[in-house]
């Protein structure tokens, strides 16, 4: 069974300039979740999905920051424009919230750069 | 608000050795305790969890211990190995909101050879 899907990998761009990241949930997993990580900490939540609808994004900065996810399926984070503390790495994950334990399972990231 | 404390920072543990990660938490709501692998490169991925109602949950090399009145928990890697190299969050969730995760700061551990 394929993982989380995450592209691009890395992402280098200038301040000021848009980038989106997309994300492909495991088959089957109606919450999906992005997360930021900035270098040397854990995750932090910024938007979780059930389905289509966002349910938590009470931590998203709205003024540059948006997502969606169309269908209930796949999802891609914006942020336009681009601010050097944004420089970080952005993960996906998704998971079944019918699960008992309601495991996450994250893709690799995008590690993002502003410059 | 930093809701679970993760110590230490990193840590250098020699081959067969023990690796000793403590976490604490400040919300009693919390009722489900996981600890998250994740090598370079790579998004974290669950190594083991617990709950409340029992003090100790052991599988294969990896053990958590908790302590429920000291609204503490810790990972112990026994007979610690290189491939065991990598950064550990532990975290915590409380029923409602899909079980929203909120991670420690993680341990970098460094398993010498």
């Known amino acids: 069974e394929a993982g989380v899907v995450q592209s691009p990998r890395y992402k280098i761009i200038e301040k000021k300039q848009p980038v989106a990241f997309w994300c492909n949930p495991i088959?089957?997993?109606?919450?999906l979740y992005w997360y930021r990580q900035n270098l040397g900490q854990g995750p932090e939540l910024l938007i979780r999905?059930?389905?289509?609808?966002?349910?938590?994004d009470s931590q998203l900065p709205k003024d540059r920051f948006s997502a969606e996810r169309l269908k209930g399926v796949d999802s891609t984070l914006k942020i336009q424009p681009a601010e050097l503390g944004d420089s970080a790495v952005y993960l996906c994950?998704?998971?079944?919230?019918?699960?008992?334990?309601?495991?996450?399972?994250f893709g690799p990231g995008t590690r993002l750069t502003v410059l | 608000q930093q809701q679970v404390k993760q110590s230490p920072q990193s840590l250098i543990v020699q081959k067969g050795g023990i690796s000793i990660i403590n976490c604490a938490y400040e919300?009693?709501?919390?009722?489900?305790f996981p600890w998250y692998q994740q090598f370079p490169g790579k998004g974290p991925a669950l190594l083991i969890a617990?709950?409340?109602?029992?003090s100790e949950k052991k599988e294969g090399r990896f053990t958590i211990s908790f302590n429920k009145s000291a609204k503490q928990f810790s990972l112990h890697i026994m007979d610690s190995q290189p491939g065991d190299s990598a950064t550990y969050f532990c975290?915590?969730?409380?029923?409602?909101?899909?079980?929203?995760?909120?991670f420690g700061s993680g341990t970098q551990l460094t398993v010498l050879p």
């Open positions: 994950a998704s998971s079944l919230v019918s699960g008992a334990n309601n495991e996450q399972f």
């Open positions: 088959s089957g997993h109606n919450t």
């Open positions: 999905y059930e389905n289509e609808e966002a349910v938590d």
């Open positions: 919300n009693t709501a919390f009722d489900y």
């Open positions: 617990i709950r409340p109602d029992v």
């Open positions: 975290a915590a969730s409380k029923r409602g909101s899909a079980r929203q995760l909120t």
